[in-house]
């Protein structure tokens, strides 16, 4: 569910307003994610060569990169509830996955199957960003109300169009 945002200026404006209270760059924080995304990949690969080879100096690898991902998510989520943490860390994972996955198939010449896969894990990454800025309610994640975003919004696509405007845009007016 949104939290009393009607429109997407009125999310902008409150981008704005945190920025005065709190300096936010969207762009390093974007950054940053990419970085968590990676590192988190990096833990399922130390997993799977720890299994492979039946080396365990690879669980110790996977111990401390996992460390240094912790480390680095609490900058990014700092206050959170119930699962977010962890729901957080699978929406990236996910995210970077379903994009590897895009990127194999446009290297088989699948574009139309790699667009897909882009899409998804896009939409997933604005999902990451619509909990972790205060946009959604984890306990309404699924349910948004019609009228509150974009009142010119005449397609109604649903959580995943609106947050993906709605991300866009706040970074986009972020940049510096």
């Known amino acids: 569910m949104m939290k009393n945002i009607n429109d997407i200026d009125e999310f902008i404006k409150k981008i704005k307003n945190s920025k005065k209270d709190n300096p936010l760059d969207l762009s390093t924080e974007e950054d940053l994610s990419i970085g968590i995304m990676n590192l988190i990949s990096i833990e399922e690969h130390f997993f799977f060569t720890a299994q492979k080879t039946g080396d365990d100096k690879y669980f110790d690898l996977l111990a401390e990169v996992r460390e240094m991902r912790k480390e680095l998510m609490k900058k990014m ?82 959580v995943f169009d609106k947050l993906g405007a709605m991300v866009k845009h706040a970074i986009d007016c972020c940049k510096e």
């Open 77 to 158: 989520i700092a206050d959170y509830e119930g699962e977010v943490w962890c729901i957080s860390k699978h929406l990236l994972a996910a995210s970077m996955r379903l994009m590897e996955v895009g990127t194999k198939l446009l290297g088989r010449g699948k574009k139309p199957e790699a667009k897909e896969m882009f899409a998804k894990a896009y939409n997933l990454y604005n999902l990451f960003w619509g909990l972790n800025l205060g946009v959604l309610d984890s306990k309404g994640i699924g349910k948004v109300d019609e009228n509150q975003l974009d009142k010119n919004d005449l397609k109604k696509n649903g």
